[in-house]
């Protein structure tokens, strides 16, 4: 008899871990890298450098680097 009661609490010792295992305690996993949000990065149409869009000039809807880039307008090369 004893051997029948340890035999259903260890089965459902197991079920309870495999609940437990399907089913984790909520625990909320942020799927974006918040980095990428708080700063955008915009690529110079003139050079093709990467920089933040807070320090990019944008004309024309083409973003560049800086103010001598932006005069001289977007490069030949379409890359
Ligand atoms: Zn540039």
């Known amino acids: ?34 980095e990428v949000a708080a ?9 093709g450098v990467h920089l933040l869009r807070d320090r990019a000039l944008s004309q024309d809807q083409q973003w560049y680097c800086s103010e001598a880039h932006r005069l001289e307008g977007p490069a030949a090369r379409d890359r």
Request: hydrophobic share 60%.
């Open 1 to 34: 008899m004893i051997r029948l009661i340890m035999w259903v609490a260890l089965i459902a010792a197991i079920v309870w871990f495999i609940k437990r295992l399907l089913n984790p305690p909520a625990k909320k996993t942020r799927a974006q890298a918040p």
């Open 39 to 47: 700063a955008p990065m915009v690529r110079c149409a003139q050079c």
